[in-house]
T-cell receptor, first 116, second 114 residues
Framework: AQSVTQLDSHVSVSEGTPVLLRCNYSSSYSPSLFWYVQHPNKGLQLLLKYTSAATLVKGINGFEAEFKKSETSFHLTKPSAHMSDAAEYFCVVSEGWDRGYQKVTFGTGTKLQVIP | ETGVTQTPRHLVMGMTNKKSLKCEQHLGHNAMYWYKQSAKKPLELMFVYSLEERVENNSVPSRFSPECPNSSHLFLHLHTLQPEDSALYLC?????????????FGPGTRLTVL
């Protein structure tokens, strides 16, 4: 069975400093992994995804994540936080399910606060 | 957000009401999903449709009834809901249904059950 653990429910950084949002996963097979962002009163927007190609994945808005199989981690980073990055971030794992469907499991989310 | 639209954006209903949530995707995708987002809980997958075939999450109560008349439209019919059903209901779509297919989300319907 697959699962996702986002290690921090809240992260607070100063504007211009690095961002690190941590995610660990468990999966029986080779999963696909995603990071989504949700701004208040909005739907989820895809930041980036890993699908067994390059282990360092670059996404939108300067975010990137590194897939580390040995550590079962998929942490999200950004070199310099911007005020507009304040939002909730979700780590997601996708595996095979019934009849060829993917089953996605979401983490509980990390709320990022950016301090001016 | 314009790729997947949801109406209404907000809904307040009593426990005896019947209402429906609507989702429409303009991306030419073949799979659509309903999720429930409650405070302090992970997103819960409720239903998956692919080319109008339904795969259910067995834990969803029967007071939630999905309908997918075509690959662009998805409905969630609600009846005799409970206050604990109050949540943000998100619709998503993806090109295919396989592992790694990116899901694109709508803005959600904020449902309050009185």
């Amino acid at each position: 069975a697959q699962s996702v653990t986002q290690l921090d429910s809240h992260v607070s950084v100063s504007e211009g400093t690095p961002v690190l949002l941590r995610c660990n996963y468990s999966s029986s097979y080779s999963p696909s992994l995603f990071w989504y962002v949700q701004h208040p009163n909005k739907g989820l927007q895809l930041l980036l995804k890993y699908t067994s190609a390059a282990t360092l994945v670059k996404g939108i808005n300067g975010f990137e994540a590194e897939f580390k199989k040995s550590e079962t981690s998929f942490h999200l980073t950004k070199p310099s936080a911007h005020m507009s990055d304040a939002a909730e971030y979700f780590c997601v794992v996708s595996e095979g399910w019934d009849r060829g469907y993917q089953k996605v499991t979401f983490g509980t989310g990390t709320k990022l606060q950016v301090i001016p | 957000e314009t790729g997947v639209t949801q109406t209404p954006r907000h809904l307040v209903m009593g426990m005896t009401n019947k209402k429906s949530l609507k989702c429409e995707q303009h991306l030419g995708h073949n799979a659509m999903y309903w999720y429930k987002q409650s405070a302090k809980k992970p997103l819960e997958l409720m239903f998956v449709y692919s080319l109008e075939e339904r795969v259910e999450n067995n834990s969803v109560p029967s007071r939630f009834s999905p309908e997918c008349p075509n690959s662009s439209h998805l409905f969630l019919h609600l009846h005799t809901l409970q206050p604990e059903d109050s949540a943000l209901y998100l619709c998503a779509s993806s090109q295919g249904r396989g592992v790694g297919d990116t899901q694109y989300f709508g803005p959600g319907t904020r449902l309050t059950v009185l």
